[in-house]
Protein backbone atom coordinates (compact mmCIF):
# COMPACT_ATOMS: atom_id res chain seq x y z
CA UNK A 1 0.00 0.00 0.00
CA UNK A 2 1.26 3.47 -0.96
CA UNK A 3 1.03 6.23 1.67
CA UNK A 4 3.91 7.95 1.61
CA UNK A 5 2.46 11.28 0.19
CA UNK A 6 2.78 15.01 1.96
CA UNK A 7 -1.00 15.60 0.79
CA UNK A 8 0.13 18.93 -0.79
CA UNK A 9 -3.32 19.09 -2.64
CA UNK A 10 -5.25 18.35 0.84
CA UNK A 11 -3.39 20.86 2.76
CA UNK A 12 -2.12 18.42 5.70
CA UNK A 13 -1.14 14.85 6.25
CA UNK A 14 -4.35 13.26 4.80
CA UNK A 15 -2.97 9.65 6.30
CA UNK A 16 -4.26 10.80 9.84
CA UNK A 17 -7.47 12.65 8.74
CA UNK A 18 -10.38 11.46 10.41
CA UNK A 19 -12.69 9.50 8.41
CA UNK A 20 -15.86 7.89 9.75
CA UNK A 21 -14.15 7.75 13.28
CA UNK A 22 -10.35 6.86 12.13
CA UNK A 23 -7.49 8.08 10.43
CA UNK A 24 -8.08 7.83 6.47
CA UNK A 25 -5.08 5.32 6.36
CA UNK A 26 -6.41 3.02 8.78
CA UNK A 27 -9.76 2.01 6.08
CA UNK A 28 -7.34 1.04 3.35
CA UNK A 29 -4.96 -1.20 5.49
CA UNK A 30 -8.12 -3.09 6.94
CA UNK A 31 -9.22 -4.05 3.66
CA UNK A 32 -6.01 -5.49 2.64
CA UNK A 33 -6.22 -7.26 5.73
CA UNK A 34 -9.35 -8.71 5.11
CA UNK A 35 -8.13 -9.83 1.83
CA UNK A 36 -7.95 -13.71 1.96
CA UNK A 37 -5.64 -14.13 -1.02
CA UNK A 38 -3.11 -11.95 -0.15
CA UNK A 39 -0.11 -13.01 2.30
CA UNK A 40 2.36 -10.80 3.23
CA UNK A 41 1.30 -6.55 3.17
CA UNK A 42 3.71 -3.47 3.98
CA UNK A 43 2.48 -0.50 3.61
CA UNK A 44 5.03 2.39 2.56
CA UNK A 45 5.18 5.51 4.42
CA UNK A 46 7.59 8.69 3.99
CA UNK A 47 5.72 12.25 4.93
CA UNK A 48 5.42 12.33 8.97
CA UNK A 49 5.77 8.66 9.18
CA UNK A 50 6.54 8.66 12.65
CA UNK A 51 3.00 10.40 13.73
CA UNK A 52 1.43 7.96 11.15
CA UNK A 53 3.33 4.83 12.93
CA UNK A 54 1.98 6.68 16.26
CA UNK A 55 -1.63 7.10 15.48
CA UNK A 56 -2.94 4.16 13.24
CA UNK A 57 -3.68 0.85 13.55
CA UNK A 58 -1.55 -0.82 10.35
CA UNK A 59 -3.84 -3.99 10.78
CA UNK A 60 -0.78 -6.47 10.45
CA UNK A 61 1.08 -4.89 7.76
CA UNK A 62 5.03 -3.84 7.99
CA UNK A 63 5.77 -0.29 7.66
CA UNK A 64 8.72 0.38 5.18
CA UNK A 65 9.89 3.60 5.19
CA UNK A 66 10.31 5.82 2.13
CA UNK A 67 13.54 8.03 2.85
CA UNK A 68 12.60 9.64 -1.27
CA UNK A 69 9.21 10.15 -0.24
CA UNK A 70 9.74 14.32 -2.13
CA UNK A 71 10.34 12.22 -5.48
CA UNK A 72 6.82 11.24 -5.83
CA UNK A 73 4.31 8.41 -6.07
CA UNK A 74 7.43 6.16 -8.46
CA UNK A 75 9.57 6.61 -4.86
CA UNK A 76 7.18 5.06 -2.86
CA UNK A 77 6.67 2.04 -5.24
CA UNK A 78 9.73 1.74 -5.97
CA UNK A 79 9.98 1.41 -1.94
CA UNK A 80 7.24 -1.43 -1.85
CA UNK A 81 8.83 -3.04 -5.30
CA UNK A 82 12.08 -3.87 -3.47
CA UNK A 83 10.55 -4.80 0.32
CA UNK A 84 8.86 -7.52 -1.63
CA UNK A 85 10.64 -8.74 -4.50
CA UNK A 86 12.22 -11.38 -2.78
CA UNK A 87 9.71 -12.71 -0.97
CA UNK A 88 6.73 -12.25 -3.60
CA UNK A 89 6.12 -13.74 -7.21
CA UNK A 90 3.68 -11.08 -7.22
CA UNK A 91 2.64 -7.30 -6.08
CA UNK A 92 -0.40 -5.96 -5.48
CA UNK A 93 -0.47 -2.19 -4.75
CA UNK A 94 -3.24 -0.42 -3.56
CA UNK A 95 -3.39 3.53 -2.23
CA UNK A 96 -3.92 4.74 1.01
CA UNK A 97 -6.02 7.51 -0.01
CA UNK A 98 -9.09 4.87 -1.15
CA UNK A 99 -10.98 4.38 2.14
CA UNK A 100 -13.57 2.48 -0.08
CA UNK A 101 -11.44 0.02 -1.48
CA UNK A 102 -12.72 -3.69 -0.77
CA UNK A 103 -11.34 -6.79 -0.03
CA UNK A 104 -13.46 -8.85 -2.47
CA UNK A 105 -11.83 -6.50 -5.61
CA UNK A 106 -8.14 -7.32 -3.80
CA UNK A 107 -9.20 -11.03 -3.76
CA UNK A 108 -10.57 -10.91 -7.76
CA UNK A 109 -7.66 -9.65 -9.15
CA UNK A 110 -4.91 -11.77 -7.20
CA UNK A 111 -7.84 -14.36 -8.44
CA UNK A 112 -7.66 -13.40 -11.66
CA UNK A 113 -3.50 -14.06 -12.19
CA UNK A 114 -3.74 -15.99 -15.39
CA UNK A 115 0.58 -16.62 -16.08
CA UNK A 116 0.78 -14.77 -18.90
CA UNK A 117 -0.24 -11.19 -18.28
CA UNK A 118 2.04 -9.16 -16.45
CA UNK A 119 -0.31 -7.43 -14.72
CA UNK A 120 -3.89 -7.76 -13.76
CA UNK A 121 -6.06 -4.15 -13.05
CA UNK A 122 -9.23 -3.65 -11.62
CA UNK A 123 -12.07 -1.24 -13.57
CA UNK A 124 -15.14 0.36 -12.13
CA UNK A 125 -17.30 1.44 -15.07
CA UNK A 126 -14.34 0.25 -17.45
CA UNK A 127 -12.30 3.17 -16.01
CA UNK A 128 -8.79 1.47 -15.03
CA UNK A 129 -7.97 1.45 -11.40
CA UNK A 130 -6.77 0.18 -8.41
CA UNK A 131 -5.87 -2.56 -6.99
CA UNK A 132 -3.42 -3.26 -9.51
CA UNK A 133 -1.21 -6.71 -9.50
CA UNK A 134 2.40 -6.30 -10.97
CA UNK A 135 3.62 -9.67 -11.29
CA UNK A 136 7.56 -10.30 -10.88
CA UNK A 137 8.14 -9.74 -14.84
CA UNK A 138 7.72 -6.03 -14.46
CA UNK A 139 9.25 -5.32 -11.26
CA UNK A 140 12.80 -3.98 -12.74
CA UNK A 141 10.80 -1.70 -14.87
CA UNK A 142 8.81 -0.61 -11.56
CA UNK A 143 11.97 -0.06 -9.99
CA UNK A 144 13.27 1.84 -13.09
CA UNK A 145 10.33 4.40 -12.42
CA UNK A 146 10.65 8.44 -11.95
CA UNK A 147 8.66 10.70 -11.05
CA UNK A 148 5.18 11.17 -9.86
CA UNK A 149 3.26 8.77 -11.96
CA UNK A 150 3.36 5.41 -9.73
CA UNK A 151 3.33 2.20 -12.69
CA UNK A 152 1.39 4.14 -14.97
CA UNK A 153 4.38 3.53 -17.63
CA UNK A 154 4.81 0.32 -16.61
CA UNK A 155 1.34 -0.65 -17.44
CA UNK A 156 1.40 1.02 -20.73
CA UNK A 157 3.96 -1.14 -22.10
CA UNK A 158 2.86 -4.54 -20.72
CA UNK A 159 0.17 -7.01 -21.01
CA UNK A 160 -2.39 -6.14 -18.37
CA UNK A 161 -5.67 -8.18 -17.77
CA UNK A 162 -8.24 -6.09 -17.00
CA UNK A 163 -10.88 -7.55 -14.34
CA UNK A 164 -14.50 -5.57 -13.42
CA UNK A 165 -14.48 -4.99 -10.00
CA UNK A 166 -18.46 -3.26 -10.01
CA UNK A 167 -20.08 -3.12 -7.09
CA UNK A 168 -17.05 -4.46 -5.29
CA UNK A 169 -16.40 -0.73 -3.19
CA UNK A 170 -14.82 2.12 -5.28
CA UNK A 171 -11.06 3.12 -5.96
CA UNK A 172 -11.90 6.81 -5.44
CA UNK A 173 -9.39 8.68 -3.74
CA UNK A 174 -9.31 11.49 -1.06
CA UNK A 175 -7.83 14.62 -2.85
CA UNK A 176 -9.31 17.63 -0.88
CA UNK A 177 -10.66 17.40 3.72
CA UNK A 178 -14.30 18.23 1.53
CA UNK A 179 -14.33 14.42 0.70
CA UNK A 180 -14.04 12.98 4.34
CA UNK A 181 -16.64 11.61 6.27
CA UNK A 182 -16.25 13.10 9.93
CA UNK A 183 -18.69 11.35 11.36
CA UNK A 184 -18.48 8.84 14.38
CA UNK A 185 -20.12 5.85 12.05
Not at 94 to 109: K, M
Not at 118 to 136: I, K, M, N, Q
Not at 138 to 165: I, N, S
Amino acid sequence: MLAAGEGRRFGSLKQLAPHRGRPLLEHALSAMARAALVDVRVVVLGAGADEVLAAVDLHGAEPVICADWRGGQSASLRAGVRALADRAGAIVVTLGDQPAIDPRAIDRIVGARDGVSAAVRATYDGRPGHPVLLERAVFDACLALRGDQGAREVLARAAVRLVACDGLGSDVDVDLPAQLDVSEV
